[in-house]
């Protein structure tokens, strides 16, 4: 069991639920622009928010936003860490910081000071962009023993001033990496651990690689809260995430859509239904799973489980539920609208 870490009203680690985070893409001094998008993302069901902190400029403006948003902020610092005690300062919910660029004792005191008065926690993100050379020569590259021993050997700067509230982070750009850090590390610390891939990319392979590193590790019952990282709107990080952690069985709530990958036996536009299906439940939350089938040979059999679903046949579509034909329908779009909404 780790650690149990508060931001703000969200609670990481110690066997509690898995939150969902991602980051304003933004520019933190544009206050206005910057809480239009934590909106956005609250809606979503994003939990945690990080906000980039590239200047004094942008640290000034976490005022303001705090003032205007009660979401868990995490302030994400680089390099100069009078950042952060500004950061802290303005009332945000974590500091994140960069092991490689935070390494003078006395930088590292005053944020742990800083942080330990106010209640805050902070997330040590390592990846490869962000060891320190005499880790990278050490281990001959950013391996994943070298990501462990980069964030551990920050930990213990942080704890020998006597800060523990810490979060651990460990990506690599590639799932197998990421996995394998991950992994050694959990076997040294209780620390709670951020999960993601760092530079995923686009949605569809960006999507895929993040799915691949952080489920494998969930299932492990390694990690505490996630980041699907992708070069898209912050809001599709968070319906990738929500949709990964309803597919492991780690979050409920929303509507499943199972279907086919339909073969030469369909007869109808299983693939338009399924997709028109999907937009039309987006953001539903009530918990129920919709099968849409292209058959009647598998259909009804195959989705027993299924609360819902339609199956095609040669002259129109079967409604089933739980498994059992109660009729046909020649609108299975609407039948299924309609279930639902009665349910």
Known sequence: MTNTVKIGAAAVGGGTAITIQSMTKTDTRDAASTLAQIAELKNAGCDIIRLAV??????LALYEIRKQTDMPLVADIHFDHKLALIAADAGVDKIRVNPGNLAKSEHIKAVADACRARGIPIRIGVNGGSLSKSILNR?????????????????????????????????????????AANRLARSRCAYPFHLGLTEAGTPYNGIIKSAAAIGALLLDDIGDTVRVSL?????????????????????????????????????????????????????????????????????????RHADIGVAAGSDGFVLFEKGEIIGKCDDPLRAVLEFIEAF
């Open 231 to 303: 070069t898209a709107d912050p809001v599709e990080e968070v319906r990738a995430a929500k949709s990964l952690l309803r597919a492991l069985g780690l979050r409920r709530g929303g509507v499943e859509i199972i279907s086919c990958p339909t073969c030469g036996r369909c007869r109808a536009d299983v693939i338009g239904l399924a997709e028109e299906l999907e937009r039309r439940l987006e953001g539903v939350e009530k918990s129920l799973t919709v099968a849409v089938m292209g058959c009647g040979v598998n259909g009804p059999g195959e989705a």
């Open 54 to 59: 590239p200047d004094e400029k942008a640290a």
């Open 139 to 179: 281990f001959g590259g950013a391996t994943p023993e070298a990501l462990v021993a980069s964030g551990l050997e920050q930990a213990e700067m942080f704890e020998n001033y006597g800060f523990s509230d810490i979060v651990l982070s460990f990506k690599a750009s590639n799932v197998a990496d990421t996995v």
